[in-house]
């Protein structure tokens, strides 16, 4: 009787371990749970941002890559360490200097040296031995063959502002290797910065800024909420006028991959479309929570613009957003010029607005 009653204690026991075990295995194998949906979207945002990087080809003694020039889809190949670089966008030349390079052309002007004081942390058109190869990022304006007189190794320019159709036949024509720049958002900045920091011959960059600027960037849309996010209007203040952005635009992205809702993306087909004209009925028939401004010429200016043309609009008075205070001049230094390794800056600094209580 007491051999019996000592099997079926250990059988019970045997059992109720059996369960336990059972039952933590599919715990931990559990792939809902919100850690690993956590890691999951982690992963798949370095996946999605790290794209055009990966497809970036370091050889022992070139980088292979596709630039802007053509449709976009032809690989080119440059030499790595150009001793004599010449780069003819503002942007891209603060670019390559973090990425561990120096140029011997450049552009000039206020708007540049800006850049240059506040990227760089120096007016480089001051340094020793600097050409100023022209004062303006606009392509019509440059001398052409004060720039191939530099006889560079490389050539860096945009393809905005007529800038790489202005020199890409002068500088075939004497031999010049160029890099035709397209630079919209962040996943652009990877792309770029990788490119650039194995030309230059400093590679380590990649992982101590760009990687970790990737890090940063991941952890700010990773802690966005994903429920009662907020309606958004994005205003682009321009030089002549006030527009629409949606998110094709770094800023309009920035606000979906927050997990919030840009209006103007409902305005009927914006799948090609940067930016839409503004009617302020179409925009008050959503009202959205929050409304941000691109500041194109700096903040008073866009301030200013935005009064002289709503200010005493009474439809841009009822707006909630404007009642509520919720309208926000984006600075422009984070979010109009490429702010390269202080993009993780700009999202923090957006989901400050976005979630002030997240």
């Known amino acids: 009787m007491l051999k019996r009653i000592i099997s079926a204690l250990l059988c019970g026991c045997l059992m109720t371990v059996t369960a336990l075990t059972s039952s933590c295995q599919s715990s931990n194998n559990d792939s809902d749970t919100p850690d690993n949906q956590s890691d999951d979207k982690v992963s798949a945002l370095r996946q999605e941002f790290l794209a055009e990087a990966d497809k970036v080809v370091v050889n022992e003694d070139s980088v292979t890559f596709t630039d802007a020039s053509g449709d976009g889809s032809t690989e080119i190949t440059i030499s790595k360490n150009p ?111 990788k490119v650039f920091c194995n030309l230059t011959g400093h590679p380590e960059l990649w992982e101590s800024v760009a990687l970790k600027t990737l890090d940063e960037v991941v952890n700010v849309l990773a802690s966005c909420p994903t429920e009662n996010n907020p309606t958004v209007f994005a205003m682009f203040s321009g030089a002549d006028s006030l527009q629409a952005n949606t998110s094709n635009t770094v800023v309009g992205q920035m606000i979906t991959m927050m997990n919030a809702t840009n209006i103007t993306d409902s305005w009927g087909d914006t799948s090609g479309a940067e930016r839409l004209d503004i009617n302020l009925e179409t925009v008050f028939a959503s009202d959205p929570d929050i409304i941000v401004v691109q500041c194109h010429a700096g903040t008073e200016a866009a301030m200013q613009q935005v009064e002289e043309l709503y200010g005493a609009n009474p439809v841009w008075q009822s707006l909630t957003a404007v009642k509520e205070g919720k309208v926000y001049y984006l600075e422009k230094t984070l979010f109009h010029n490429k702010p390269n390794s202080r993009f993780a800056e700009a999202y923090e600094k957006l989901a400050d607005i976005l979630y002030p209580d997240a």
């Open 83 to 193: 001793e004599k670089v010449v780069n003819l966008y503002a942007s891209f030349t603060t670019l390559w200097y973090e990425a561990g390079g120096t140029v011997v052309g450049c552009i000039g002007g206020d708007s540049s040296v800006a850049l240059y004081n506040e990227y760089i942390g120096r007016d480089i058109t001051q340094d020793e031995g600097m050409t100023i190869a022209a004062t303006s990022s606009s392509g019509k304006k440059w001398d052409t063959e004060t720039i191939i007189s530099l006889d560079p190794d490389l050539i860096i320019c945009s393809t905005a502002m007529s800038g790489y159709s202005t020199i890409q036949a002068p500088a075939e024509a004497a031999g010049i290797p160029i890099i035709a720049v397209s630079y919209n958002d962040f996943a652009d900045y990877l792309k770029w910065f």
